[in-house]
């Protein structure tokens, strides 16, 4: 059965040098929104003032899900163009295909999700009043853990981008 070459695209130095700044920005962009979420869902979390709560979780529910959407796909997008772009290919590499699947996992869960679970805190925070937190429920330890987790597998993917274990894959 003969098999396809390898789809490449050619990018000249300054174009790599730029799309490696863009996957650089972005995902470096996204680890540091998972920080502030991080925040957030924990001040949200620990906090007894039901305005400071509130607030919170108004800010995530504003800003979360469209900046870790526009950021994941832009490390996805500027990813698979270098991939494309260099000798390590999309699915070539094992340790590049487990970075991909980390970002397309990733991104597939804000909207399904975290955008659902911060539109129902934000729409309880509406009211402010002593209750609350009460009526918020088990929703404020939910939102901690996507800034844990996505935390931790962009680390991972840094790991892998950096150490580049692993050989070829099957496919390769």
């Not at 800010?59 to 950021?71: E, G, Q, S």
């Not at 500027?78 to 991104?107: E, H, Q, Y």
Request: charged share 15%; aromatic share 6%.
């Amino acid at each position: 059965m003969p098999t396809s070459p390898p789809v490449r695209v050619h990018l000249g130095r300054n174009a790599r040098r730029v799309v490696l700044l863009v996957h650089l920005a972005t995902s470096l962009g996204w680890l540091g929104a998972d920080l502030v979420l991080g925040v957030l869902a924990g001040t949200g979390f620990l906090a007894e003032d039901p305005a400071l709560v509130a607030a919170c979780y108004t800010a995530l529910h504003v800003f979360a899900v469209p900046v870790l959407l526009v950021l994941g796909l832009g490390s996805l997008g500027s990813g698979l163009l270098l991939g494309l772009a260099s000798r390590w290919g999309v699915v070539r590499t094992t340790w590049v295909l487990v970075k991909l699947v980390i970002n397309l996992v990733l991104v597939a869960l804000v909207p399904v999700l975290l955008q659902p679970r911060l539109a129902e805190v934000a729409r309880q925070a509406r009211h402010v009043d002593a209750g609350l937190v009460e009526r918020l429920g088990r929703i404020p330890l939910d939102l901690l853990f996507p800034a844990v987790v996505s935390g931790t597998a962009l680390l991972v993917a840094a790991v892998l981008a950096i150490w580049k274990p692993w050989g070829p894959t099957r496919r390769a």
